[in-house]
């Protein structure tokens, strides 16, 4: 089977450091994705995990443990247009993607 | 960006009547995917296409079918509509070959009335 765990809502200040937990359980995991999606609009690829350890991408990064089935996104120098949901998504040997519900990421003043 | 449209973007019908959506892409994709995306419960998979007329059923395809007669289109019929179907509705495609990433389109907003 598969399930995709990660928090609900997260609330952090701007300019701050927020870590988005994951963990998950997936048959014939093959790679871990975040994904950003705004209110209203479609998602768009933040980052892809293959190999356990930490990918940085700029103000973001992402963090795969395979044998622990977990992940984290981590979003530093936190800005206002950063409020967004953010999808922890499984892919599995066949390429199939399995989202997460998303945690809300909200950004304050 | 992998060029994908969706149309139309909003539409309104009644319980019981057919609905076609549209996804069309110029990227030249293998795999092709419909999702639907609910509150509290993130994108859910439909139907995908591997191919030209390829087609598999996703985790929710009870209610809906789907038809791919040339790589670029993708269609998702819900063959009588019922309110459980109003929902956000995203197609994707991937290379498949290359890498996994999936590329969404603007969304289609459904409301069966």
């Known amino acids: 089977g598969q399930n995709i765990d990660q928090p609900t809502e997260m609330t952090a200040t701007e300019g701050a450091i927020v870590q988005i937990n994951c963990t998950y359980q997936?048959?014939?995991?093959?790679?871990l994705f975040w994904y950003q999606q705004h209110a209203g609009e479609a998602p768009t690829f933040l980052s892809y995990?293959?190999?356990?350890g930490l990918e940085e991408k700029g103000r973001f990064s992402s963090f795969l443990s395979r044998s622990k089935g977990y992940s984290y996104l981590l979003l530093k120098e936190l800005q206002m247009k950063d409020s967004a949901s953010y999808l922890c998504?499984?892919?599995?040997?066949?390429?199939?993607?399995?989202f997460g519900a998303g945690t809300q990421v909200v950004v304050t003043p | 960006d992998a060029g994908i449209t969706q149309s139309p973007r909003h539409k309104v019908t009644e319980t019981g009547t057919p609905v076609t959506l549209r996804c069309h892409q110029t990227?030249?994709?293998?795999?092709m995917y419909w999702y639907r995306q609910d509150p509290g419960h993130g994108l859910r998979l439909i139907h995908y296409?591997?191919?030209?007329?390829?087609?598999d059923k996703g985790e929710v395809s009870d209610g809906y079918s789907v038809s791919r007669s040339k790589t670029e289109d993708f269609l998702l019929t819900l063959e009588s509509a019922t309110s459980s179907q109003t929902s956000v509705y995203f197609c994707?495609?991937?290379?498949?070959?290359?890498?996994?990433?999936?590329?969404f389109g603007p969304g289609t907003r459904l409301t069966v009335t």
């Open positions: 998504t499984s892919t599995d040997s066949w390429g199939k993607l399995q």
């Open positions: 997936t048959s014939g995991f093959n790679g």
């Open positions: 995990n293959v190999l356990d």
């Open positions: 990227e030249n994709h293998r795999y």
């Open positions: 296409s591997y191919g030209v007329k390829d087609t």
């Open positions: 994707a495609t991937t290379h498949g070959t290359t890498s996994y990433e999936q590329y």
